[in-house]
């Protein structure tokens, strides 16, 4: 038998008249992945084992068994972190109508109404209830981002508020009473030296901490409640909020849980490392406290995840039966690359893909992976400018895209042309392209306005003296380019662009009227959005891709909110402001494309060629930087900064606690799992990338450098 290896497609058909090449996979089992597909079905199973190990192919034999006895209904197949998620949902749904399902940005604008009234200082008795001066709240934009991602870990821990309240009170009586020793050696040795004020504190100054404290815990313990409450009367949820509603729906109706384990007596979930302890509560009260029927496959190494509290150690501690797979299948070649710039680091990666590709590998089977892709402009724009398609996918925000940016203004000028930073970035952008001396004319008043010949009511006489600022003034952009009132003032060709736009608005008017939501975007956006790059380019292919997703994330958000034009466009407009990115779905990207993902949005996937790039300090891995304040089961709320009459900038508690923690050295493991899954991404080849001067590894590891 002649075996041909290929690297990942044929370039060529078969000839003519010759046989076709066909397919053949060969791949017998193991005797650990034999024992994981016929394990029975009256127990939970793990199967566990690192990356390449071959746990996932063993799970889907292991489906494919189960379908086989119990036929496709019985089977329940998931997947972690959202798998979970959606099958929660879906059973709220069969039981409740009107229910609507948010991704953590919505979900964050949902908690800010939830904190409404506490900016605004309406809750009865604030002034003499709490303190102003507590943790975070001289900056309510950051206190409110530090609450919801407190309350997001919280709902994967399955801590209600009362039991946030009552833990939060009880640590701090626990550890203000019999504080520990501030003057420990190895206290001091393990805290930075402009810190050690902290730890200098007076019984006063510590019971005046614990008041401050009581009083955090107590604001953010009515912050819980009324975003429980919320979400409860509302309807809209976050994926993690559904599990911990279905949880309590099937708690309350046995009949329900009955039914549910009845339709699905066998559940797989792949990547179980990922799951959270609401979720595992959720399976329980489906399948029992046996957890009977399911099997868990994963490896608790690759718990990565810094959006999702994962308990990798309760998940697979729930299993009667073990199975480890510990070969690994393959093991991808790796090449060390550092540059001195980040211009060379950015040639070196294209060089890289050019190469595979030429070699017939598909661009979609290559992925240049980044801790985080927040800032990667600059390796997206190496590849487009050498004609590679590559798309980012991650934990980047789409609505501050360049491409997203100029969509969504024409989208603006339709809705609402008094808009001015959106009006500007229309008419200086590529597709009208009007000089910066264009725009002063358009932003200036007419040389000889036409005086009203009677003043309208609200506006005083002409005998009246002028102000030095008008409402009018303030909407003067939009009225010369609507109604031509500095048409003189501008040049022929600006004003033949100007007169352009103004048809194309009258038009784009009325498809609003006439047209559905999707009709009128793509017509807006072929009628006024300048192509990126040539016809066909790489550029175009990518903006025209990123557009595609932008239309499919507006189309969403107006049918979730059931919203208006403008609705949607606040709504991109409040997402673009957020801490939080929008949740992007990696499952439906084009092929073609090179992936550039972050490391967290390559869970489970597997690619030919990869690029793990820019492994510096900083960027991979990330600098390690607390939260404003921190929760422990044990010791309560740990508020970070010592607000009010305080000599010191941090609390005692909290330089204790990153002691007693270890918390950034917990934090750096985490980064070098998440570098080692990068790796492992690989099948065949895995390009290690960095720029600079390597550091000496004391405030954060050097990843590249301890792989060298």
Known sequence: MHVLCLCGRLCTAAGAGTAPLRILIALDLTEEQRRAVDAPWDRCVAILGPP??????????????????????????????????????????????????????????????????????????????????????????????????????????????????????????????????????????????????????????LLRQRRLEIDLAKILHKLFEAYVSLVETSGMMTGRDAVIAATQMLGERAQAAA??????????????????????AFLTAVF??????????????????????????????????????????????????????????????????RAWIDRGV???????????????????NALLDAGIPALVTGDVNLFRDRRVLNALALLWNVHDPFRHDWLLRTLGGPAFGLSDASLAALCAEPADPQRALFPFEEEPPSTAPTPRWSSKRD??????????????????????????????????????????????????????????????????????????GLLQRLAGARESQRASLGDVLE????????????????????????????????????YSCVVVADVRPGAFPLWYAADAFLFSRQLGMIPKDNVGDAHASRTAKFSYYMFRMKAAQQ???????????????AKQHVLVTASGTPTRGISAPEFLEELR
Request: net charge negative; aromatic share 8%.
């Open 571 to 606: 709504y991109a407009e409040r997402c673009a402001a957020g801490e939080i990115a929008p949740a992007a779905r990696t499952d439906d990207q084009p092929e073609g494309f090179v992936r550039i993902r972050s490391v967290e949005a390559a869970l489970g996937r597997e």
């Open 259 to 280: 039914e549910v384990r009845e339709a699905h007596r066998v559940a797989l979930v792949d990547e179980a490392q990922d799951l959270t302890r609401a979720q595992l």
């Open 362 to 380: 598909a661009p979609h089977a290559i992925a240049v992976l980044f801790r985080s892709v927040e800032a990667v402009e600059r390796y997206e």
């Open 475 to 548: 909407l003067r952009l939009g009225y010369n380019v609507l109604y031509g009132e500095c048409d003189d003032a501008l040049p022929a060709e600006a004003l033949r662009r100007v007169r352009r736009f103004r048809a194309l608005r009258l038009e784009w008017l009325e498809a609003l009227a006439t047209q559905s939501f999707e009709a009128l975007v793509r017509r807006v956006w072929r009628d006024g959005l300048a192509r990126d790059g040539e016809a066909g380019s790489a550029r175009a292919q990518a903006q025209e891709a990123v557009l595609h």
């Open 52 to 205: 390449s190990s071959g746990k996932t192919f063993s799970l889907r034999r292991r489906a494919e068994r189960a379908r086989a006895q119990l036929g496709d209904d019985g089977v329940l197949e998931l997947e972690a972190e959202r798998g979970v998620d959606a099958f929660a949902f879906s059973l709220l749904t069969s039981q409740r109508a009107g229910l609507r399902l948010l991704d953590d940005a919505h979900a964050e604008m949902l908690f800010e109404r939830a904190c409404s009234p506490l900016l605004a200082l309406e809750w009865l008795g604030f002034g003499d209830e709490f303190d102003f001066e507590v943790a975070g709240l001289r900056m309510p934009g950051r206190f409110i981002a530090a609450a919801f991602r407190l309350i997001r870990r919280l709902r994967d821990a399955a801590v209600t508020p009362a039991e946030f309240l009552s833990d939060a009170l009880r640590g701090a009586t626990e550890f203000y009473a019999k504080p520990p020793n501030f003057a420990d050696p190895a206290l001091l040795v393990a805290t930075k030296s402009q810190y050690h004020d902290s730890l200098d504190v007076t019984t006063d100054e």
């Open 667 to 681: 934090y750096y493991e985490r980064e070098r799992r998440a570098f080692r899954y990068a790796l492992s991404r």
């Open 288 to 353: 029992g406290e046996q957890l009977c029927g399911v099997t868990l496959c994963g490896d608790p190494a690759s718990a990565i995840s810094t959006v999702r509290m994962a308990a990798p150690e309760a998940a697979f501690a729930r299993a009667t039966e073990r199975i480890e797979l510990l070969h690994r299948r393959r093991s991808a070649r790796v090449e060390i690359e550092r540059g001195s710039t980040v211009r060379d680091e950015c040639a070196t990666i294209v060089a890289a893909v």
